[in-house]
């Protein structure tokens, strides 16, 4: 018999490791039992998380028939053309988290400012998250998803939007949704990643792999290649080194769904500076951080160039970062590149 904690789960009877029966609320239930005397609301928090999802996950399956494709005109402060579902997503999480005690505050890719809620209950979080990464290939029916980081709280800080810019590693989970030919729920509370899908026809999200590891190596690489020349040369060298080496290439442009890829497959995603935005394109906070941080408890690795990503030190919320996640081999290999003058 296997535990998640003290959950104690029945082996399937075809010999199977999981019994596909493992809710991701029991999954949460079990996971609060590791710290004695905790206020449960951590708990009601990845609750509202799987309830966004299930949420968000129907308004994109009926979205063509409800007609809230498109863009709606306007947008965001990262000046990406806003689409009809990332206001819908956007406004779902903020209805849902907003509703939880323990929550302090919000911030959203699609809000300039962040949101400011409770500050007074007894260790709050703060939640950062990109509600649909990737809207841009909505029309195109390709996979999307919602990324998020939770990060505690710091009640000195001053002002108050301060104890959001927090680095990477003070993140206490992280995770995220992926509405493609299934919806994938993928966490981690700094104790591994666990891989639950929702069942459509119970309308939960099952547990179908625990501790999920990542491939040491993989030869397939995941960039924008069409901006290569504007690429600084040590990532054009290493795309010249992957040419040669018998390497494949995948990209998606929804990043959450081409770093699932590479977390279920192995590889490397890149998204480097170019010559026209020398920070990049990706977002530190709500997309870089906590999908670097499930690619490093699965056994992977990331980095911002050749500086651990993790470990920048923020200085404002919607600031980006250049990106490179995946295998530890294949995250060798780019940033060795790199380095070479
Ligand atoms: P959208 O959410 O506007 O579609 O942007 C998605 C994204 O931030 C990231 O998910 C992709 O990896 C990246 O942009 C794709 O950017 P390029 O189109 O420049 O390759």
New binding site residues.
Partial sequence: MATINKVTIMPPSDGSQIDKLTTLETYILAEEQRYPGASGSFSWILAAMTLSAKIIASKIRRARIEDVLGAIGSQNISG??QQKL?VIANETLLRCLGARAGVALLASEENDEPIILRTEEDRPYCILF?P??????LDACVS?GTIFSILRHNPDADPIERSLLQPGTKQVAAGYMLYGSSCVFVLTTGHGVNFFVLDPTVGAFMLVQQDIRIPDAAPTYSV?E??RDRFPAGYQRYLDWAHTNGYSTR????????VHRILVKGGV?L?PPTADHPEG???LMY?ANPLAMIVKQAGGKAYAGTQPLLEIDPHALHQRTPVIMGSPVEVDHVVKHLSVE
């Fill in positions: 990406d053309h990332d990109d649909l990464d990737g809207s841009s290939n999307v924008n069409a901006y990209y998606i442009g929804s990043m959450v769904a081409d995603f998204y394109k990706i977002r997309e």
